[in-house]
């Protein structure tokens, strides 16, 4: 009995190691893939960037590597970094289905394992301090129209943006974490304190840190965004610091591996 109590202690660390190891090739067969998934280079002039979901279906159009990574991973533009020059250019359409019906969550997953596989995506995650912009309320007060519950609006809600010039009909202020997040290119907090829905204009002149919106540029020869904002919504833009976590790119192929 003695001996066999000698062997068992030997032997149990090799049994939860092969156990470790088992469950640590459980975990990379199960994860998450498309039935079938196409990738194709967009050759066309089209310039909008197209999406389609469906239970069973995930498709893009005319999108380029570093949108999708974006979509894929849940990140802001400005949490990408080392994202290769020479990939900024391509553009992608993807049509992929699932085995069965699946919520959005689920192929935004297989997204991220069709990007890895396909393009030999390898990145890591680091938290750093970064400069962004706090949205309050300036001197004056605010110079916004406020859309009152039952007011007529022929104007359905929603924002064009272009490069430049934002008009916005209905928006609440959550809305424009995102909206100015994605102009500015950094972190952005609301703390106006304004509950209600506002029809805005904000025309500027954009510098080149600021990311295309598409469309036509407002005014090239107007204020800068910070003087807009003031002058035009009677808010002020102040800078702070935010703890951000940044997608850091280790490689990434510019040509994907066959269909």
């Excluded at 975990?27 to 002039?45: G, H, I, L, M, N």
């Excluded at 992929?96 to 030999?120: C, D, H, S, W």
């Excluded at 035009?232 to 940044?246: A, C, R, W």
Aim: hydrophobic letters at 35%; aromatic letters at 8%.
């Amino acid at each position: 009995m003695v001996a066999n109590r000698g062997k068992l202690k030997h032997t149990l660390p090799a049994l939860l190691s092969a156990a470790l190891y088992a469950q640590t090739q459980q975990t990379e067969v199960a994860a998450p893939r498309f039935a079938t998934a196409s990738v194709k280079a967009d050759t066309s002039d089209h310039n909008g960037i197209g999406n389609k979901f469906d239970p069973v279906m995930m498709r893009w159009t005319s999108t380029p590597l570093r949108v999708l990574v974006q979509a894929a991973y849940g990140l802001r533009s400005y949490q990408i970094v080392g994202w290769p020059n020479s990939l900024s250019s391509d553009k992608w359409n993807i049509d992929a289905k699932t085995e069965g019906p699946t919520t959005n969550k689920q192929k935004y997953e297989m997204l991220q394992t069709l990007i890895v596989e396909r393009f030999g995506l390898k990145f890591h995650r680091e938290v750093k301090d970064i400069p962004g912009y706090v949205l309050m309320i300036a001197k004056g007060g605010p110079k916004l129209h406020e859309v009152k519950e039952g007011e007529v609006n022929s104007i359905p809600a929603g924002t064009t943006i272009q490069r430049g010039l934002v008009i916005g009909h209905q928006v609440h202020m959550m809305d424009w974490v995102g909206l100015f997040s994605g102009e500015l290119g950094c972190p952005f907090e609301d703390n106006t304190g304004l509950t209600g829905r506002y029809d805005f204009k904000l025309e500027w002149a954009p510098d080149e840190r600021q990311p295309n919106g598409g469309g036509e540029p407002g005014d090239l020869n107007g204020p800068s965004i910070f003087a807009a904002v003031q002058d035009q919504l009677g808010l002020k833009l102040e800078v702070k610091k935010f703890s951000v976590e940044m997608f850091i790119i280790d490689h990434v192929n510019k040509v994907p591996a066959p269909n």
